[in-house]
Every structure is written in structure tokens, then in C-alpha cells.
């Protein structure tokens, strides 16, 4: 039975190279399958981490790219080449191999999440929530941030919403126009939060506005009143003020809880 399956994996393995375009060899730097991948940049180095774009693939050059692809990778364990576009590259988008990081974001432990960076191609340290490339294998750390190294990384593309860090900054997320730094349950918490300010502003304003509103009647009625009824509206000017910040309080409670 055992050499049965080898021959028919061996007449499989044979047919392939013989009936198609790709070829199939292996090396042992890298652990996994790469494919072949027209990547646009010229400069590509061994390592970078690739992007699907509307323009194809290219080097990642955002934090966080919602769009990770894989790695770019010269030593390739198994190349699935495609003999008729010659100009492409093996890039292996599940497996293991070496990735150029940065201290950009912090020193790199064995086990921390790997996700791009700002510098073209460059992976970083993942601290909250978003696209990331995989798991560290290794440690990385360097005094100098704008230094590269590469580092064994478990590669697995995928958006994490592991991070707890509910005290995500929402307007440096949307400078950096990165919708997959939102999770659902931080979109949730965010468009919460909103909501109770708003109610509480508009409870807040259409509560005085009719009690100052009776305030000017009853004045006009009885003048002689005028100290009473101006207490009474400076009395419902705190109470609105008193409803506002209740509803503010509740919502950043909302967001760091």
C-alpha cells in the first residue's frame, strides 16, 4: 500500500511538470509553499512583506495594511514557478520564513504579532488590533529604529481583534484612514458612546429651552416675580449642565471600560 501511494504521487509530481507551465523544486530556508507573484517593485528584497493593491502586488508601506498578502522570499522550501511569466517572484503566504522588522514599534519578542509598518516592506510589532502578517519566532531589538533586521515569523495573514486595549485612540485611527484598526466591538463601543452624548445634549438643551421659555412668560405676567423666576432659571441652567456631563461621563465610561 505504502509504495503504491508513492508511485502515484510520484506519476502525479511528474505529470504536473510535464503537462504545465510550473515548476517545482525545493529548498530549506523557508517552510512552505510559495507561488509565483508579478510583483511591481524593482527593489524588492528578500523578506519584504507584499500587498495586494489595485496596481498589483507591491511592498507594504502602511501600518496595519488591511491587504497583507505574504512575503517575498529568494530560498524558498517549495516554488511553484510559473515558467511562462518569468518576471515573477516567489512569494509564500503560509508557512515560516524570514522578515525584515524594525524596532519601529517596540522591541520584538519570540511569540508577538508581526504586522506591517510605515518603512516600505518592513514588519513591526502589532500592539492593538488590525491586519497582521503572523507570529515572531524569534526576538528583535535595536536601539535604532530605522534599522532592519529579519526575524523567523509564523506567517499566517489575518485581521486580529485579540488586543484588549479598549483605550484605542479614535481620533489618531482615523488619521491614519485604517478602518481595520475598528473592531466590531470597539465600533460598537465608539457609536455607544456617541449616541448617549447626543441624547443627553439634546435632553439637556430642549429641557431648558422650555423652562426658559416659561420662564419669559411667566415673567411678562408677573414682573414683581422677576428674582424668583431667575433663580429658578439659573437653578434649571445647572440641571442641564448637570445632564450634559452625566451623559459625557457615561460615554468615556463606555470607551475605557
Known sequence: MKYTTFIASALFLFALGVLSPISIYAQDTSVGTSISIPIVNSDVKDGNIITSTPNGYEL??????????????EFPSIFL????????KPVIA?????????????????NDLITSSAIPGVGQKATRNGMILGTALQDYSNSD????????????PHFNAA???SKTN????????DPSALTQLTSLRYLLAAGIVLI??????IYFGRVTSRGVEALGR???????????????????????LVGLGIGYMILIL
Do not use: C, H
Not at 507594504?60 to 522570499?73: E, K, L, P, R
Not at 514557478?81 to 515573477?88: A, G, I, Q, V, Y
Not at 529604529?145 to 499566517?156: D, F, P, S, W
Open 60 to 73: 507594504t508601506t502602511i501600518a496595519y495594511d488591511s491587504n497583507i498578502y505574504g512575503v517575498y522570499t
Open 81 to 88: 514557478e510559473n515558467m511562462d511569466d518569468p518576471l515573477t
Open 94 to 110: 503560509s508557512g515560516k520564513a524570514n522578515i525584515l522588522v524594525s524596532s519601529i514599534n517596540g522591541d520584538i519578542k519570540e
Open 145 to 156: 529604529q530605522e534599522a532592519t533586521g529579519k526575524i523567523l515569523v509564523a506567517v499566517n
Open 163 to 165: 488586543f484588549t486595549d
Open 170 to 177: 479614535i481620533w489618531e485611527t482615523l488619521r491614519s484612514a
Open 200 to 205: 443627553s445634549l439634546a435632553i439637556g438643551f
Open 222 to 244: 408677573n414682573p414683581l416675580a422677576s428674582r424668583t423666576i431667575q433663580l429658578n432659571l439659573f437653578l434649571n441652567l445647572i440641571m442641564m449642565i448637570v445632564i450634559i
